[in-house]
């Protein structure tokens, strides 16, 4: 099962407000989904993202791709940063970590 992260629109005509999922990859945009994440407000001003920074962490670690705009949103709130840093962090202690040669 492809696991997207995702928009959700919700809101009035001309105010957009979206919420930030997690979902099936084959689900219709405003289908059923396993996860709401976060809120965007494009209007917003300051207070435009408000974000679960730990779930969406969780997310990309078991495999979720973000869509090319949540990617952009993940970048703006740190969030690809931090896993990059971990990822990073992961793969240079697994190259530190010595072979015994028997």
Do not use: C, F
Request: charged share 25%.
């Amino acid at each position: 099962m492809p696991v997207r992260i995702r928009l959700h629109r919700t809101g009035r005509k001309n105010s957009p407000a979206y919420r930030i999922i997690v979902v099936d990859g084959r689900a219709p945009r405003q289908g059923k989904y396993l996860e709401a994440i976060g809120q965007y407000s494009p209007r917003g001003g300051d207070k435009a993202l408000n974000l679960l920074a730990d779930r969406a962490l969780y997310w990309l670690s078991k495999g979720a791709q973000p869509s090319d705009t949540v990617r952009s949103l993940l970048r703006r709130a740190g969030v690809m940063k931090t896993q990059h840093e971990t990822r990073l962090a992961r793969k240079l202690a697994d190259a530190a970590v010595p072979v015994s040669e028997a």
